[in-house]
């Protein structure tokens, strides 16, 4: 269509042609994928950035000493990769609802919680309004995010003066001291830049999910990696709520519901 031309019958017909023709290359190769034994070779596992950075960092380092001849590679994007296309073997997601087409399993939950960095919680009045603290916000592309939902809903008089639009980038700025964030509990429990000034956000928390396509699951260095992230991520999760800042309480949130 572009230029200005458009496909006639015969360029519709080998168009779709074309499509099944690949569609049978992409499943060919992901039977002979999963049938493959050998625990060698490479595993490519997509994330977010999130995720990736404080989470399968700590599952990785355990699995690779324990699977020398296994390579891992982590791909690192905020999009949903297509796993029937194999752009990786293994997806580790933060969703509310896992593709139906896929095989999916929870490994975990995302609680979030209000973090600020120790200087700043100091400055914090203890009983201070929740509309009147300085948030770090959300930009237009997490508008639709748990946290940023929350923030609207719960506290529908604050007004963030700086707004960002990805998670690692408003757990930085948070211990920086730029301002108070709602963050994952599991990711700022990790960072000794940060303090939790409340109690768990009474809402929803987001379910992890591990993905793999059918076609792939019985390849064993796929199955090798699923297992471990299975197995290990439930109890690195608990660890990381009990080991994280003890919380001040400055800021008694609307609604909020007893956590760690």
Request: proline residues 9%.
């Amino acid at each position: 269509e572009r230029g200005g031309y458009l496909p006639n019958a015969h360029g519709e017909a080998v168009a779709e042609a074309g499509q099944t023709m690949e569609s049978a290359a992409l499943a060919a190769e992901r039977k002979v994928r999963g049938a493959d034994a050998r625990l060698s070779g490479l595993v490519r596992i997509a994330t977010s950035e999130m995720l990736g950075a404080y989470l399968l960092p700590r599952l990785l380092e355990r699995f690779m000493a324990e699977h020398p001849e296994i390579e891992v590679e982590v791909n690192i994007a905020n999009r949903a990769v297509n796993l029937e296309r194999h752009e990786a073997d293994l997806a580790l997601r933060a969703t509310p609802h896992p593709p139906q087409d896929l095989i999916a399993r929870q490994v975990g939950e995302i609680g979030s919680a209000l973090f600020a960095s120790p200087a700043l919680a100091a400055r914090l009045t203890p009983g201070l309004r929740p509309e009147s603290l300085p948030w770090i916000g959300f930009g237009e592309e997490m508008a639709n995010v748990l946290q940023a939902r929350w923030l609207r809903e719960a506290v529908p008089d604050a007004r963030p003066k700086l707004r960002m639009d990805a998670f690692v980038a408003i757990l930085q700025t948070a211990a920086a001291g730029a301002g108070v964030a709602i963050l994952p509990v599991f990711a700022a429990a990790q960072d000794p830049r940060l303090v939790r000034i409340s109690a768990p956000l009474d809402a929803p928390a987001m379910p992890i999910w591990l993905l793999t396509h059918p076609d792939v699951r019985g390849n064993a260095r796929v199955r090798a990696l699923l297992r471990y992230v299975a197995e290990h991520t439930p109890p690195l999760l608990e660890r990381l709520l009990c080991d994280g800042p003890a919380c001040e309480q400055v800021c008694p949130l609307p609604g909020r519901r007893r956590g760690p």
